[in-house]
């Protein structure tokens, strides 16, 4: 069964330095890989994704993530936090065979992101 | 990129009454939608798959008689909770795949049910 695994729950850095957010995975083959961010009551808004090519991918808002298919990796990351990025963090995995009813999404726990300024 | 709407984003009910959730793609067909539940600091729970023109395929543990899915076109489906007791309260959120388009899913804004 597929799994994703984000370690950390809470995540404090202070305005301007850099962030990475852990996710790691369990899948049966190469999956397809997802960061969604949500604010407070609201829905998710897609960062980035990976479904094949570049092991590093660029995504909205300066965010960016690289596969790391040894490690069963796909971590975010952001060179310079804004305090705007305070938010809930899921990491998401999805099959990569399109079945009916098979594509459905399994959710890391998520990562609360803390911004100090 | 493809936008989907969820109404309402607030609603009480009292206890015993039934209230119904809709879920819509904007501006692309969505064969498929999926209705979630998140409850307080937790992460998403897959309550179902709702494919459009069929019965929703419920999830273990989901009462299917207590969360009524329908999905009657390409651009709408409906959570209906029926008989609310104060337990059921939550935020759902729903999101839909594009027709033939990979697993990417878009999300509504979710809707905050609170049951008194």
């Known amino acids: 069964a597929q799994s994703v695994t984000q370690p950390d729950i809470h995540i404090t850095v202070s305005e301007g330095a850099s962030l990475e957010l852990r996710c790691n995975y369990s899948y049966g083959a190469t999956p397809y890989l997802f960061w969604y961010v949500q604010s407070p009551g609201q829905g998710l808004q897609l960062l980035l994704k990976y479904f094949s090519g570049d092991t590093l991918v660029q995504g909205i808002k300066g965010f960016e993530a690289e596969f790391k298919r040894s490690q069963s990796s796909f971590n975010l990351r952001k060179p310079s936090v804004h305090w705007s990025d305070a938010a809930e963090y899921f990491c998401a995995v999805g099959p990569t065979i399109l079945t009916g009813g098979g594509n459905k999404l399994t959710f890391g726990t998520g990562t609360q992101l803390k911004v100090e300024l | 990129g493809a936008v989907v709407s969820q109404h309402p984003s607030r609603v009480i009910c009292k206890s015993g009454t039934s209230v119904k959730i809709e879920c819509r793609s904007l501006?692309?067909?969505?064969?498929?939608m999926f209705w979630y539940r998140q409850f307080p600091k937790k992460s998403l729970m897959l309550m179902a798959t709702?494919?459009?023109?069929?019965?929703?395929?419920?999830e273990q543990g989901v009462e299917k008689d207590k969360f009524l899915i329908n999905h009657a076109s390409l651009t709408l489906s409906t959570l209906t909770v029926t008989s609310a007791h104060p337990e059921d309260s939550s935020f759902y959120i729903c999101s839909a795949r594009t027709v033939g388009g990979p697993t990417e899913a878009f999300f509504g804004q979710g809707t905050r049910l609170t049951v008194v």
């Open positions: 709702s494919n459009e023109g069929s019965k929703a395929t419920y």
């Open positions: 501006d692309f067909q969505a064969t498929t």
